[in-house]
């Protein structure tokens, strides 16, 4: 039975805008393709799966969006069919965008195929169009629309198909941008957080917009650094003083950076800060603040460096892994050598093998090394 225009149902125009509201949405909030897809199949009778394939290799497939379609064909699709597709081999030699299936490949060589008879036919489909979204580059993503039988083929929808075509692909674009932006964000974090260093981030009224690990437990203590009221704040009326100002500074028209040093007492080193402007510039967004990073080096605290991480670091030996961190934690050669029960002299073996593995030949520079390296302290 064909699909009809019913009294009072959306008309070809209305269903493209739809299409094109639910398609922008989804690029802002990635989580809303599944509602695109939805309402793809809603309002065109389709079953629809987003999929890419590398140009040079139309036979490797990885789907993106699937919605109304079995999941164990759409795995079969993936991982054997998809090769012997004639849909989408036939459609590499052609430029249009919108591709019915009848615009590639007759229906008796259609459904003489392996991918109408193992795909198609047992989930009941029987038209398909493919929509190119995205051209040139490396990689061609796709959306393929099927519908059963029972209903009309898609010469008649093109007027939707090629209404939303542009829009769709500039979504599918945004949402790719913003996608590896939140990668790159996540990994920055993720970097953040492995540092021993306190880092956080304030706006111009000191207001934390993030704070790493080491910055947390620092600000949990509530010594010489707090978060009140989500403020970022210096105990005693002049460190605070100095940092706000330094906050400002670095958040103004022309920003400037500062050092910065907070007495703790009871015979303990200062903290010691840097405040640096995050962006050499200020976005056009007037919903955008300046933001300063605040970064917090605490001299008296432990620098923990493992032993799986100065093996990996120096191709060393587990004895001379073991050797570095008792030199980075204070003890002599002779101290190591008593508590591993071996003599000096495999201590001093062992101490000259990573003088040749990491190109330093005096024992305080080979520990300067380690406790300076952050890349040991990150595998930790």
């Known amino acids: 039975m064909a699909r009809r225009h019913v009294l009072g149902s959306p008309n070809a ?19 809303q393709w599944a509602a695109f897809g939805a309402l793809f199949q809603h309002r065109l009778a389709s079953s629809i799966a987003m999929y890419a394939h590398p140009v040079a290799q139309p036979g490797r497939n990885r789907t993106l969006l699937s919605t109304g379609l079995d999941p164990a064909y759409t795995r079969l699709n993936a ?42 036919r047992p989930q009941g489909l029987h038209h398909a169009v493919n929509l190119t979204l995205t051209t040139g580059g490396q990689h061609r993503v796709c959306l393929a629309a099927l519908r059963e039988a029972r209903f009309e083929a898609y010469d008649r929808d093109r007027r939707v198909l090629d209404g939303l075509l542009p829009h769709l692909r500039r979504a599918f674009e945004v949402s790719e941008r913003l996608d590896l ?38 600000l949990a203590t509530g010594r010489c650094l707090m978060a009140r009221g989500s403020r970022l704040r210096a105990t005693g009326t002049e460190p605070d003083a100095r940092l706000r100002a330094a906050i400002t500074g670095a958040t103004r028209p022309g920003p400037t950076g500062a050092a910065l040093a907070f007495p703790r007492g009871n015979g303990m080193p200062a903290l010691s800060a840097i405040v640096l402007p995050s962006e050499p510039g200020r976005s056009i967004f007037a919903a955008h603040r300046p933001l300063a990073f605040v970064l917090i080096h605490d001299p008296a605290a ?3 460096v493992s032993e799986e991480a100065v093996r990996a670091r120096f191709d060393a030996t587990p004895a001379e892994a073991r050797l570095a961190i008792a030199l980075c934690a204070g ?21 000259n093998g990573l003088f040749a593995k990491s190109g330093i030949n005096r024992q305080a520079d080979l520990v300067r090394l380690i406790l300076s390296d952050p890349a040991l302290r990150m595998l930790d």
């Open 13 to 31: 125009a209305e269903i493209t805008l739809e299409l094109v509201g639910a398609a922008y949405a989804a690029a802002g909030d990635p989580t």
């Open 331 to 351: 003890d002599s050669l002779s101290a190591f050598a008593a508590s591993a029960g071996v003599s000096v002299t495999t201590a001093k073996t062992h101490l």
């Open 79 to 120: 991982e054997e069919l998809h090769s012997r597709n004639v849909l989408i081999l036939n459609a590499a030699r052609h430029i249009a965008p919108v591709l019915l299936a009848e615009d590639v490949v007759d229906r008796e060589t259609l459904e003489g195929s392996e991918f109408f008879n193992e795909y198609m």
């Open 181 to 218: 932006l939140h990668v790159q964000a996540r990994a920055g974090f993720s970097a953040f957080d492995r540092l021993s260093a306190a880092v956080m981030l304030v706006d111009e009224e000191a207001r934390l917009a993030y704070a790493n690990r080491a910055a947390e437990c620092l």
């Open 302 to 304: 432990s620098t923990v």
